[in-house]
Each structure stands twice: as structure tokens, then as C-alpha cells.
């Protein structure tokens, strides 16, 4: 009996499909979408995705398809987001760029070809940003793409996904969320070893919002019946079934393998593993067509006619017929372009094991050599990291060297800095195998070092960095190169301070000291900028000595060398004066627009947005930081120095009281997605936005923010507002002795006293624990320090005035919130002016000034209403209640006050229904459900369920709820 090579059945798989065309569903309604596919190999995600696939263009969804390369973490970067483009430029035309095919030729290299042609882009320097920018291009595209019908983009093999391809798919996952694309990609589980670089990638997908995960399992015996009776056009024997079903464990690709390999009751006599079961099909190829099978096994799963023929070196009909003998027995499959593909990536692995030690690089070095001799026998853009691949496969080792050079050169071009890494990392695998490796490349081993080093730092790789810089240091002669020793050593402190290990100092001194001994010139003086621009941040007065001295030495030498950070500090150390340094450093932004140096325009724009803000002029600030991400966008380094603009942007608006686009521009932040403590600032401002919304998500956000606690090192200005974000998570937990654990652990921080932005917070949320805790030492504390803190700017001001507040007592207290009151309306910032009125309202009450209480409740409430402060509104709604007054907050009672949950479990509650029932109608715990009712009850001033429900009856507070606005 014969039977057919694949069966035409998707057997035992429809709850999977349902899955995903409920996915599609999902997308189809804006939902942005991603189903990761996982099983192991040959157990059926292709044919999954394949069947999908057509329903989903029945359904009028667009697809496109891509494949991840079996060249590993140093090959091709972007390569199934390559092939879906494409697809999308052969369908659409390169009009469906939107005029941005010079930045897409980065994927597409014949964009930069043809009769019209876009010019090839320049080489770009060394940044992650216009990576960034490329990311954004792609996500722009599949939105515009997705506008007018459904967009599945099917990405498989993510198991050999190169860095960059997961760094894409990341972001189009966690950032981009486009609507109406679903994302679908596919990955063998038995690929993820334990150090498998896809391990943690999928761990971190899985905490994404929209992303599921299915899981194929292996076919039963029943499904292995099924396929047996299609591949064979009859109802197999049982106890070939059993056989087939007992050696596969029902994989479907191992059935269909055995099955085609002869009848079902031969295949007992084939061997156990799977590659003789598979070279038992090649065998019976004629022996032709095995040589170009075993020759198409080294070129890799996918091969091109025109360079099989040139590595064959066979008469054109002789090639035809091999090639077609192995397409007849669905071992290669040809496409619609003229290349091949082999069936399964498991044939082409079996059939390249096979090949003998000789016949293994002498075949590889045919395909290096060919495709340097001719690199459009590839796909454009493939032939730098092919060639490199091949000489290493072919263990030419000096060859494999120099194309490994070139292709992380390549790589860069691409802002495809991890696969620049990975490639300069295999260079400095090879240089002890080739003895004249220096002469070659033309560069030392500390210069690949050094290269790999600053490729790792703008690939976000600060640890393999770290590591790097520590094997340079032993490599470098301080003696003999000072200046080069120092550099590394600038680089090291940089990252132990980036990964939060250490300050640096101890290394960034070090790097000084060699520096100091070094006659004046250019690389010296920025040497001494970088040191002191970090220094800033730990000993300013080094810092500014440091400054001044390069700032000097620079003008000795009559250069103008870039020296804003050195200016940077310098204006930072007239922190005594008015403006803090504002006119300076509008000279300084001026300056550099003026001379075009787009790169100081945007650093100036951080750090002129950063003062404003400290000097309370908050829209400018907004505004100095909106100017700084349309000109960082505009350069292509929105997701470098671009990144701290978007936080100190939302920074602003947070004051501003515009928390929408303040959540907004934390979101554009978080794109970023940096390693280490540079991810920090808009981390901690959104936790503490969501915390003073009583948005659902705060506590995860405020875990992950105070998490960055536990390392060993934080610069002050991002650890003293981490302290502060740590007591207030307490105090709106009603948790008061973690809330005073937190408090002294905020006390007891050396730089408080020193930093009066950072410390006059921290200071506000210890006073509000000490009185809320009833705690006089811990009051008395807060009063120490906050006699010698400077209040310079308006939100120290008030801050010192609502510490004041806090801790006076009796008559003084109202007269102390009045002025407390006055400071914040000076400010400007509405969230915390809302806190101090109703603060004020409780001491009027005491005084018995209801007039007073009246205004100052109501205000409050209309605050915490515009803004989107639950917590707020619901303290002002019951401090009304408490004093008896009408009317003082907006809307229903209860209405307002009880937050989307508690309305659900009210609901319940009026039904009659246990605390025990709701946590099973609401799949929460019976503990979480019996807390919801304890504070519905306290909310609604009531005393029992019973009160609770007919009060909710009267007020018709039990309608479906609406999402919180």
C-alpha cells in the first residue's frame, strides 16, 4: 500500500484553532493580540498555522508569514519580519512605505535598488535609538495595514529567532499594541534548553496583556489512527497503529514520516531515531539527487536555485532532475520565487549530520565563497551574516575572523547591536586560532574588546559589558596607555552604577587619577566630562572641580569639544543661585540648535525641562520636554536620551494635573524596556499615579517600582523618591507599621539632608505617618531634619509648610493648613493641593469653622473628580458624611465613592449571596471578597449587609457598572 508524504487532515487540533480564531476575534475588535504556538518538533505548528492561516483569509484578515533562520544569535537579524515585508511590497508597491523607504531598506535592502531607487542609507553611528525609530516605522506600518481589514503576521520557528527579531517582536507585543493584528508565533519547546535565550523571552510575553499561550501535545492513539487512514486512502491495520503510535507517541510528522517510509507494518523494522528514520527517505532518492540534498543541507533551510547550482557546479538538466526527484518525494517544497525550502527543518538537520568532517567544510566553504563571489545569489541584506555563518561552519578560522568583523559591521548598520555583539563576540572566540588575527583585522585584541564592549553598552547588554570591561582592564597597560585604561575604567563605573552594583566611584577615581598624569588633549578632556557628568550624581564637588578643570583645558586648547556635560555641571553647582542655572542653559540649548548638533540639543532639552520643573514652572517644563521627543524623534534617539524627556515630560504633566497624558507619555517610556536602573524614573511615576488613582494595577507597579530597592546601589535622586513611594504604598494600605518601618528606613538616608528636591517629599510622607501611626519620636525626627533642609523652589516651599502643618496640634493646626493650603495654590500642583484642603477641613471642623469645612470638602472633591483620584474622593465623601454636610461632594452617594469591584460585589451582596459565593462569582479569594465588604459598609455609612443592600436599592447604585473614567 502506498501512501501519500503528508497527510491533508488536521487531526485532533480544534479546540487549538478555536483558539486562535478567537484570537483573531479579539483583533478584529481592536484588541491587540498574540498567541505564542509551542510544542516540539514535527508535532504539528506549521499545519496548525497553515489551516489557521486559510480560515483566517476566508474570514478577510490579511496574513503574512515569516521564518526565523537557523543561523543562531549571530545571524541574520529581522529575517520573518523581512520576508512578511516583503510579501507587502510585492502586493502593495513600495508606495506603502508612507515615504520612509530609506529607513525600511534597513530590512528591505532592494528598496535602495530599481529604476526610482531611495538612496542607500549612510552608515549610522554607533545607538540603539534609530533601532528604536525602525521599531516605530514597523508598527505605524502594520497599523496602517491593519486599518482596512484584520492583519495576522504568522512568525515561525521563534526558536531560532535572532536577538533583534525578539527585540522587535517585544515591542510590538508590550509597546506598540497595534489594533487589529494578531500576532501569532510559533516555537519548539524541546529546543529551550536551560540557557536557551528564548526561555526568558517568552517568560517576560507571558506577563504581557493580550498575549496566550498554546501548548500542542502529542496526537493520541486515535489521531495517529486518523492520520494513517489519510496518508493511506484506507482504515489501517490495529496493530499497525499501535506500532506507529508507540514509536511516534503520536508526533504527527514522525507518523507521516513512517508511514511514507514504506508500509506500516514495514516501518517496524526501520531504526528508533528519528534520523534514520528520516535518511531511510533520502535513501531512496537516486544518488543524484542525495548529493544535492546532503549540498542544500549545508546552505540551510531555505536555498536559492541560482546558488545551488553554483555550489553543485552541475549541468543545469542534472540539477533539475535531482531537484525534482526530491521535490517528488516532498522532501523540498519549491516556492512561488523560485527558491526551496526543505519539507522539514528536521530533514535538512538529519541529512547535515550525515555529512562526513571533510564534505561538511568543503561544503560550507563552497557556499562562503559563492556568495562573496556573488552576494545576490542570497537575499539582500543576508550576504555579510551568510558568509560569516559559512567560513565558521567551514572552520576556515581566519576567514571566519574577518567576515565575522565585517558582518558585526553590517549588523550596526542595521541597528542590530545585540547581533553586532554576538558577531565580535565569535571574533574574540577565534583570535587565539588565528595567529596573525591583529594583522588581519588591523586592530589589537583590547580593540575588539573595546568594540564589543560599546556594542554590548548600546545594546543594552550592561552586564556582558561589565564582564568585558573587566577582561580589557587586564589586557591594558596602564603604564604604557593611561588614557585607555582610564576609559574602561569610566565604562566599568558607568555600568556597575546602570546595573545597580555599585556607584563607580571607586572605579570612576581610578580613571581620573591615570587621566591626571596626561598632558591635555581632546580625548583627555572628554574623558574628564564623562567622569564628572556621572559624578554629579554622588560627590558634586568633585564634580564640579572636574568640570571646571576640562572646561578649561578645553579652552586652552581652542576646540570646542561638545562640553555640555562639563557645563551641565557646572550649572548644577549654582544651585544657590535664583534660576538654578536657567539662563545658562537655555545659552547652552540655543547654542547647539544653533550649530545643528542635534544629539546636545536633546540632552539640553532633558536637563532645561528637568530645572523648570524644579522651579515650578511645569508647562514649560511639559513643553521644554515635548520640544526635546519631537526633536529626539526627529534624529532617530527617541528611545536614548529621548527616553528621560518622555519621563520628565510626564513628571510635568503629573503636576500639571493632566494624568491622562502623563500615563500616556510613562507608556512611550516604557517601550524602552532598558536594563538596570535607567527604567527607573517613569516606573516610580506611574506607580505613583496609578497608587493616587486607586487604579487596580498599582501594587504590581509599586512591587516591581520598590524592587529596585533591594540592589545594592541607587542613585539618591531615584532612591529617596522610591522611599517615598514605599511609605505611601503603606499608608494607602492602611498598613501603619510597615508604613513606620518604611519611614525610618527613609530617615536614616544619608543624602536626605543633602537633597532638597527628593527630601522635601519623603519628609511630607514621614510627618503623615508619624501623626497617622501617633508616633512622637518619629514626629520629632521629621522636625530635626526639616529645620536645616533648604526650601528654595515653590513645591519645597509648600512642602515645608505641610510638614509644619502636620506635626502642629490644637489651635496652631488650622492657621498652619491655611498657609499649607496658600503654598500649594502657589505651586500650582493640583493632586497635593486636594490632600492639604481636605486636611485643612478636618482642622476647621475642629475649630468648629463649618463654613470653611464646607469649601475646602468641596473643593477637595472636585479635584480628586477632575483628575481621576478615587482614594481622594472617597476620603472627601466621607469626611462629608462624618461633619454632616450635603452636597459638598459631586454625583450620587456611593455612587462616586464605591470603585468598579466594590459596585460588582454590592450587587452580589444585595443578591443574598456569601462572601463565599461572591469570590466564586468574581474569582477572587472568600478573604479578598469579605475586605470589599468591609469597606462597601464603611463607604456607605451603614452598619451591616442587610443596611448595605437597601441603601444600594435607594440610591440605585446595583445597574451594571461602568468603567471608571
Not at 469570590?919 to 469579605?930: G, N, R, W
Request: glycine share 8%; hydrophobic share 50%.
Amino acid at each position: 500500500m502506498t501512501a501519500r508524504a503528508a497527510s491533508t487532515v488536521l487531526v485532533g487540533r480544534q479546540p487549538e484553532l478555536a483558539a486562535l480564531r478567537d484570537a483573531l476575534a479579539r483583533a478584529r475588535a481592536g484588541e491587540p493580540t498574540t498567541v505564542l504556538v509551542g510544542g516540539e518538533a514535527g508535532v504539528g505548528k506549521t499545519r496548525l498555522a497553515e489551516e489557521f492561516g486559510r480560515s483566517a483569509t476566508d474570514a478577510g484578515a490579511r496574513l503574512l508569514v515569516g521564518q526565523c533562520l537557523e543561523l543562531g544569535e549571530a545571524g541574520l537579524p529581522f529575517a520573518p519580519f523581512a520576508a512578511a515585508l516583503r510579501a507587502v511590497l510585492r502586493r502593495d508597491g513600495p508606495g506603502v512605505f508612507d515615504g520612509y523607504e530609506a529607513e525600511f531598506a534597513r530590512l528591505l535592502p532592494e528598496l535602495a535598488r530599481g529604476p526610482v531607487g531611495v538612496a542607500a542609507p549612510a552608515p549610522a553611528p554607533v545607538s540603539d535609538a534609530p533601532r528604536g525609530y525602525l521599531f516605530d516605522l514597523v508598527a505605524e506600518l502594520f497599523e496602517r495595514l491593519a486599518a482596512g481589514q484584520p492583519l495576522v503576521l504568522v512568525i515561525e520557528d521563534l526558536h531560532w529567532a535572532d536577538r533583534s527579531t525578539r527585540d522587535l517582536i517585544a515591542f510590538l507585543v508590550r509597546a506598540a499594541r497595534t489594533a487589529r493584528l494578531l500576532l501569532v508565533c510559533t516555537y519548539r519547546t524541546d529546543e529551550l534548553h536551560r540557557g536557551h535565550p528564548l526561555r526568558p523571552f517568552l517568560a517576560e510575553l507571558d506577563r504581557a496583556r493580550g498575549v496566550e499561550r498554546i501548548e500542542l501535545g502529542r496526537l493520541d492513539r486515535d489521531g495517529t489512527g486518523a492520520i494513517l487512514a489519510d496518508l493511506l486512502g484506507a482504515e489501517p491495520l490495529a496493530r499497525a497503529v499501535d506500532h506507529i503510535h508507540d514509536r511516534t507517541q503520536g508526533n504527527p510528522f514522525f507518523i507521516e514520516e513512517l508511514a511514507a517510509a514504506g508500509g506500516p507494518v514495514g516501518c517496524a523494522a526501520l531504526p528508533e531515531t528519528l534520523r534514520d528514520l528520516l535518511l531511510a527517505r533520502v535513501d531512496r532518492l537516486p544518488d543524484p539527487a542525495q548529493r544535492v540534498l546532503r549540498i542544500a543541507a549545508a546552505g540551510g533551510t531555505r536555498f536559492a536555485h541560482q546558488l545551488i547550482a553554483e555550489v553543485a557546479g552541475l549541468p543545469e538538466p542534472e540539477l533539475e532532475d535531482a531537484l525534482r526527484a526530491t521535490v517528488a518525494a516532498q522532501l523540498v517544497v519549491a516556492d512561488p520565487e523560485g527558491d526551496y525550502e526543505f519539507r522539514h527543518a528536521l530533514v535538512r538537520e538529519a541529512v547535515h549530520d550525515e555529512l562526513l568532517p571533510g564534505e561538511h567544510a568543503r561544503l560550507h566553504a563552497r557556499f562562503a565563497a559563492a556568495i562573496e563571489a556573488q552576494p545576490h545569489l542570497v537575499v539582500a541584506g543576508r550576504a555579510p551574516a551568510e558568509i560569516a555563518h559559512h567560513w565558521y561552519a567551514a572552520h576556515d578560522h581566519p576567514r571566519a575572523l574577518v567576515t565575522a568583523r565585517t558582518a558585526a559591521r553590517a549588523a550596526a548598520d542595521r541597528y542590530a547591536y545585540a547581533e553586532q555583539s554576538r558577531l565580535l563576540e565569535r571574533v574574540l572566540e577565534l583570535w587565539e586560532l588565528v595567529p596573525d588575527a591583529a594583522d588581519r583585522l588591523d586592530m589589537d585584541h583590547l580593540a575588539v574588546l573595546e568594540e564589543t564592549i560599546a556594542a554590548a553598552t548600546t545594546a543594552g547588554d550592561y552586564q556582558r559589558a561589565l564582564t568585558l570591561t573587566r577582561a580589557a582592564l587586564t589586557e591594558v597597560d596602564t603604564d604604557a596607555e593611561p588614557l585607555r585604561a582610564a576609559r574602561l575604567l569610566d565604562r566599568r563605573g558607568r555600568m556597575l552604577a546602570m546595573l545597580g552594583t555599585s556607584d563607580g566611584t571607586t572605579e570612576l577615581r581610578e580613571a581620573y587619577r591615570l587621566a591626571s598624569g596626561v598632558p591635555d588633549g581632546p580625548e583627555r578632556v572628554r574623558l574628564l566630562t564623562d567622569i564628572a557628568a556621572h559624578l554629579i550624581r554622588i560627590d558634586p564637588e568633585q564634580a564640579g572641580a572636574l568640570a571646571a578643570e576640562a572646561t578649561a583645558a578645553a579652552e586652552a586648547l581652542g576646540e570646542d569639544l561638545g562640553l555640555l556635560p562639563a557645563r551641565i555641571v557646572l550649572i548644577c553647582r549654582t544651585a544657590a543661585s535664583v534660576d538654578l542655572g536657567l539662563a545658562e542653559l537655555r545659552r547652552v540649548a540655543e547654542r547647539a540648535r544653533a550649530a545643528g548638533n542635534a544629539p546636545a540639543l536633546v540632552s539640553a532639552l532633558v536637563h532645561l525641562s528637568d530645572v523648570l520643573f524644579e522651579l515650578g514652572r511645569y508647562a514649560e517644563s511639559a513643553d521644554a520636554a515635548a520640544a526635546g521627543v519631537t526633536e529626539a524623534r526627529r534624529v532617530g534617539i527617541s528611545r536614548s536620551t529621548g527616553a528621560y524627556l518622555l519621563s520628565n515630560q510626564a513628571e510635568a504633566l503629573i503636576a500639571l494635573g493632566r494624568w491622562d497624558e502623563a500615563d500616556a507619555a510613562c507608556a512611550d517610556a516604557a517601550r524602552i524596556d532598558l536594563p538596570g536602573v535607567s527604567g527607573l524614573h517613569w516606573l516610580q511615576l506611574r506607580a505613583g499615579l496609578r497608587l493616587a488613582q486607586g487604579h487596580p494595577a498599582a501594587d504590581e507597579l509599586v512591587g516591581r517600582a520598590l524592587g529596585f530597592l533591594a540592589r545594592p546601589y541607587l542613585w539618591p535622586n531615584h532612591r529617596l523618591p522610591l522611599r517615598e513611594l514605599r511609605i505611601e504604598a503603606a499608608l494607602a494600605a492602611d498598613d501603619r507599621a510597615e508604613a513606620v518601618r518604611a519611614a525610618h528606613a527613609a530617615l536614616a538616608d544619608e543624602r536626605l539632608p543633602q537633597l532638597p528636591r527628593e527630601g522635601w517629599p519623603v519628609l511630607s510622607a514621614v510627618a503623615r505617618t508619624a501623626v497617622r501611626a501617633g508616633d512622637p519620636e518619629l514626629a520629632a525626627a521629621v522636625s530635626a531634619l526639616a529645620a536645616g533642609l533648604p526650601a528654595r523652589c515653590p513645591a519645597e516651599r509648600a512642602h515645608a509648610a505641610q510638614v509644619g502643618a502636620l506635626l502642629a496640634a490644637g489651635g496652631p493646626a488650622l492657621a498652619a493648613w491655611r498657609a499649607a493650603v496658600a503654598a500649594w495654590r502657589a505651586d500650582g500642583q493640583p493632586y497635593p493641593l486636594g490632600r492639604a484642603l481636605l486636611a485643612l477641613a478636618e482642622a476647621a471642623a475642629a475649630a468648629g469653622e463649618r463654613d470653611e469645612v464646607a469649601a475646602a470638602v468641596g473643593e477637595a472633591a472636585a479635584i480628586a473628580d477632575r483628575l481621576g483620584a478615587v482614594p481622594l474622593g472617597e476620603q472627601a465623601a466621607t469626611l462629608a458624611r462624618r461633619v454632616g454636610l450635603r452636597g459638598a461632594t459631586r454625583g450620587r452617594p456611593g455612587a462616586d465613592l464605591l470603585t468598579l469591584r466594590e459596585r460588582e460585589v454590592l450587587r452580589l451582596v444585595a443578591e443574598g449571596h456569601s462572601n463565599s459565593r461572591i469570590a466564586e462569582q468574581l474569582f477572587i479569594s472568600p478573604k479578598t471578597a469579605s475586605v470589599h465588604v468591609s469597606r462597601i459598609i464603611a463607604k456607605l455609612g451603614v452598619s451591616n449587609r442587610v443596611e448595605a443592600a437597601a441603601l444600594a436599592h435607594r440610591l440605585g447604585l446595583l445597574g451594571e457598572p461602568t468603567a471608571p473614567r
